[in-house]
C-alpha cells in the first residue's frame, strides 16, 4: 500500500537567524538553543541522530541522548561494542542532528569522535539510575542477536538479584562516552516561503571560527 504526502506541508513562521548577530563562538549559541528547547518544554530536547560509517562505506543512523556540552564537542555514552561502537573504531568521523519542531529548529553537528577518559565515564555510570546500570550488562553485546525477550528478562532479573538495590553496580569495561569535537556546527531556523536561515560555522586551523550563509 503507498501513501502520498506531497500535499502535506506546513509553513515555517516562527523565528528568524541574523548571521550579523550570532555569537562569534557556536558553542555559545548551542547553548542558547538548547536552553531554550528546554524553556520551551521541547520533549527530551537532547535526543539527536546520530550517523556514523564503518569501512563498509554503509551509514548507519539511530537516536542517543546528549549528556554534556564541553568547551570543543558534545557528549553521549554507549556500548563501545555495539554497532556504532564499531563504526567509530573504523571511522572515527560522526555527525549528529537536533530536530525541534517546536521551535522549527535543527542543530547538525560534524566532527571527529574518540572516547572520553574512562573515569569521566565511571563518575557517570554511576550516576545512571541502578536499574538502567544492570540493563547496561544485559546488553551485551549491543545490537547482537538474542533468542527472546524472556532470554533478556531472565538476564536482567539474574543480574538484579547479583547486585539488588542500593548494591554498587561495576561499570562495565566495554561501556562509555564518546565525544564529537566539532569541526561544522549548523543551525537552521524554519522560515516562510521554504526561505529558511541557515548560518553554518567552520572551524579554522587556529581552532576559531567563521561563520557562512547557506542557501536554503
Known sequence: ????FTDQRLSYEK????QQSVPVSPFELLNAWMHEAIEAQVQEPYAMSLATCGADSKPSVRIVLLREITGKG?????NYESAKGQDIAENP???ALFFW????RQIRISGSIAK???DKSVAYFQKRPHDSQVGAWVSQPQSGEVASRDLMEQTFEQLQADYPEGAAVPTPEFWGGYEIRIEKIEFWQGRANRMHDRIVYHKEADGSFVTKRLLP
Open 74 to 78: 558534545i557528549v553521549f555514552y554507549t
Open 93 to 95: 568521523n560522526a555527525e
Open 116 to 118: 572520553i577518559d574512562a
Open 1 to 4: 500500500m503507498s501513501m502520498d
Open 15 to 18: 523565528g528568524q537567524l541574523d
Open 101 to 104: 519542531h517546536k521551535l522549527e
